[in-house]
């Protein structure tokens, strides 16, 4: 991907799980784009460290928890201003080891995080969107829904629901609120390193920020509701054959036949 030049000048975004990883580089590429940001996660330190750093406002949350992520909407806009762009980051690698073997508390606790958050998260920037008629959201999906070989199920579980719960959002909200659905790719965090030996095919951890710095532009809206990969797809030639992408019903998860 080439170097993104689309501003944001004011948009106030808010993006969870931006305390460390992932959600912190987004956070900084949109700060860096304009953008007014919110960077809430679980960890306090965390995310007054990112905010400081590009001067945003820190939000601590439980997205797996209704009034935790009220306030944090609330708090966000109060200070920010209207959301508009969401960006639903927070997510859990979970317990490895065995299925059955595994608590079951452990292992819904991966699906409360992942997937309710996510629904918890939109669910309460929706409706002020929708009266506003503006709005954007961006969900973090995995390959790890899709990829043979998984050994582990929670956390291929929780992004297989959220990669279909995000394409049916964007139904939903067809003509009103685009969302997209993106994979990060293999992205080195203090999620995965522990994980994947050191010579794995790693992404590099730019491209997700400015995949997303893109779609808070705007320009790439027709894509609504499609798998975005930050590394294996080129979201400008995405952007150039958009109606080819509709009409043939390319980036989706489908079972062909």
């Known amino acids: ?11 106030v975004a808010l993006i969870t799980g ?10 900084r590429e949109l700060a860096a784009a304009g953008a007014h940001v919110a960077v809430a996660a679980r960890t306090r330190a965390q995310v007054e460290h990112v ?42 690698g979970g317990p490895d ?3 059955w073997k595994v608590d079951p508390d452990d292992w819904w606790q991966v699906l409360e995080v ?26 973090t999906g995995s390959g790890a829904s899709y990829l043979p070989g998984a050994r582990s199920t929670p956390y291929p579980t929780s992004k297989a629901a959220v990669g279909r719960y995000g394409e049916t959002l964007a139904n939903e909200l067809v003509g009103h609120i685009p969302v997209f659905v993106i994979s990060p790719g293999l992205v080195k965090t203090e ?12 992404t590099p951890p730019e491209l997700a920020p400015q995949l997303v ?16 990969h930050a590394e294996h797809d080129d979201i400008e030639d995405l952007i150039r054959r958009a109606d080819e992408i509709r009409e043939q019903d390319l980036n989706a998860i489908r079972l062909r036949r």
């Not at 997937?115 to 009266?131: F, K, N, Q, R, Y």
């Not at 999620?191 to 790693?202: C, K």
């Not at 710095?213 to 975005?228: C, E, H, K, M, T």
């Open 114 to 139: 992942n997937v309710l958050g996510v629904h918890l998260c939109c669910s309460a920037v929706i409706p002020a969107m929708l009266e506003r008629g503006a709005g954007r959201i961006v969900i």
């Open 1 to 11: 991907m080439s170097q993104p030049t689309d501003m944001l000048d004011g948009q």
């Open 191 to 202: 999620m995965t390193g522990d994980n994947f030996p050191d010579d794995a095919p790693w």
């Open 213 to 228: 710095r893109v779609l808070a532009s705007g320009r790439a809206d027709a894509l609504a509701g499609r798998y975005l």
């Open 51 to 92: 905010a400081r750093e590009i001067g945003g406002v820190p939000l601590e949350v439980d997205v797996s928890d209704r009034a935790s992520v009220d306030a944090m909407v609330i708090q966000a806009e109060s200070e920010l201003g209207p959301i508009e762009l969401l960006v639903a980051n927070a997510g859990i």
């Open 18 to 27: 931006g305390g460390r990883g992932i959600g912190a580089n987004i956070a």
């Open 97 to 99: 080891g065995p299925t």
